[in-house]
């Protein structure tokens, strides 16, 4: 399996990636999804990585509304983003 960190939408745009997530939904999530990408830039990046062979779908509404909640609780302080951990670190 690739890693996701090679996929297209790690090479190209942003943009890209809020493109292709919006017309999963049928294109009415937009602004949803640029204010999620200025908040969680690469888990936008990642979502749209891992729904590439998707069809557009009523249920992608969901998908998109549980990444507005990360953003909102990240943006009231509820959560903090979470961090790649580096290769020095020891688990």
């Known amino acids: 399996m690739m890693d996701y960190k090679e996929s297209r939408y790690f090479r190209q745009p942003l943009g890209m990636a809020v493109l292709a997530l919006n017309s999963l939904t049928g294109n009415g999530r937009l602004n949803d999804l640029n204010h999620a990408a200025r908040v969680l830039p690469d888990d936008v990046r990642r979502l749209a990585h891992m729904l590439d062979a998707c069809e557009p779908s009523p249920g992608m509404h969901d998908v998109i509304d549980s990444l507005m909640c ?18 020095s670190t020891v688990l």
């Open 70 to 87: 990360a953003v909102m609780r990240i943006e009231t302080g509820a959560v903090y983003p979470i961090k790649e951990a580096s290769k």
